[in-house]
């Protein structure tokens, strides 16, 4: 007998389907062939499911004598791709019921339409429907993974629950998650998380984007700051959307009421102090010797203009032990010109729960008159002619021109938008006038060495004295410390007052020097190549500032 089906089998994107709880309903997604439609075919499907390990049907054979199940076709309006068509699987329908942390096989046919109709109700005579109709089958498809896991649950740690509502610390902006299993020896775990932060009228005010999980040391559990000053007696909302690593996906709501309970401030004085001149802001924090002993963390956070001063970011964090009298410097230089910032100093207890909380008295703002070049530890200030003589976003775009059309259409491709832009500036010890980017000691590698220069530089002729206008082994030995830090390849901070804030690689770097001033002067040039957004977080994951937590 010769087939007389036109089907072509389910379509399968992915080999395998998302984690599922194992006393629920799996869904296997599909699409159908370019030259199928359902119009053509049965309203329901075969489908066979097999133990992965042993390739034996794990089917009820009660209800499933032919190891073979006969269930409905079902559309899942949500979704706008192809694979919109999915079968589902009862727990019932296993033998014994899914297994936790257990793989299984299926795989799916269609059903021609003009194959005899079969009750779903009556398995036992399937064998019979199966010998008559066989012409009218399309081949199977591809195995399709699907995997049990057991029930998670995400419990949020560092709220109360008093009256029956649920109360948050007003300085508390630290949100623990731990997601736990049903199961004690599941191996699945948490892979990624998103939080999302609302007002009392559902108005997103912040947004954590995707966030990885350490799937080395413990990855079931993560701290989030809160990127936002709460205000008390206000109610916000959060969700926290995750993820495993077997693409299991859930949400958790949480409503809270910002109660104050902690220190209104922190128990250190706190300052901050702008120095416009080098483009940054100084951070002091002093504590007495007549307070007492204090073990703990502190943290450094920002807030800006740009956010209306409701988003705060953590900074830099100082972890003490058993300090009595302190004091400590830190100096924030990735401000940028134009933009009003504020700092706030916070503790952090045992089990970095957020404690008091010191915030400066008023914002500053720094108009920088130079550009600057900035990692974690160099900030070099380009003085001298500084100069960028274009500006270039680059887009990937494509003109396609046709023969029945007299214009062309332009197709943009991807998403890539990155700046590119050439720099140059003149190289002299004389730029960094506060020794910023490197010491005169530093240069001359210690005092004794940077002494001897100094003595033979006063005691040279009169006739012709070396001063700051003609040294050449200063301008020498700073000028390749300069050289060292253009071509090391690390990410940087560009700041201007006119371009702003970027990060940037530096490519196609060189110098030129000054024949008029007998080359003890150079020149450089290079172009900055947008690498990443300019944002507080990536500022840590380059290096320009250092890790906090």
Known sequence: MSIVTNLYPPVIYNSYMPAFVYNTTARVYFS?????????????????????????????????????????????????TDDKYYIEIANSDINGGFQIDEYYNVQIRFIDGAATDMALTTPQ?????????????????????????????????????????????????????????????????????????YNSDDELLTDSETLYTDNYNNPNSFIYSFKYNFEIGESYSFTIDYETNNLYSNSTTIEFDVVQDSPDEVDFSFGAKLDENNARVDIDIKRSEDKPSYTGKLVIRRTSSESNFTIWEDMHVINLTAVTRYKYEWFDETI??????????????????????????????????????????????????????????NISEMKIETIGNKYPFIRRNGSINYAEFPISGLISFQMDEDQIFITKEELYLNKTIMKKYDRYNDEISEDLPITEANDFVYEKLFRDKVMEFLYDGETKLFRSPTEGNYLVRLLDVSFAPNQSLGRMIWSFSATATEIDEDTVDNYEKYGIIAARG
């Open 125 to 197: 005579a399937l064998d019979a429907w199966l010998a008559a109709n066989l012409d009218y089958f399309s081949e199977w498809s591809r195995l399709i993974i699907i995997r049990a896991i057991s029930q998670p649950t995400m419990s949020v740690a560092g709220y109360e629950i008093v009256d029956g509502h649920i109360t948050w610390s007003m300085a508390n902006n630290n949100l623990i998650g731990t997601l736990t299993f049903a199961a004690d020896d599941e191996t699945e775990y948490l892979k990624d998380y998103r939080i999302k932060l």
């Open 336 to 393: 940028k010109s134009g933009v009003w910032y504020n700092y706030a100093l916070q503790e952090v207890s045992t089990g970095n729960i957020r404690q008091g909380i010191r915030i400066g008295k008023k914002p500053l703002m720094a108009i920088f008159d130079d550009v600057f070049l900035t990692t974690k530890d160099k900030q070099l200030k380009i003085k001298f002619n500084p100069t960028v003589n274009s500006f270039k976003q």
């Open 32 to 80: 159908l062939s370019e030259f199928n439609s359902l119009s053509e075919m049965k309203s329901y499907a075969q489908v066979t499911v097999s133990n992965q390990n042993t390739n034996l049907s794990v089917l009820d054979t009660s209800k499933y004598p032919s190891e073979i199940m006969l269930t409905t076709i079902k559309t899942d309006s949500t979704r706008t």
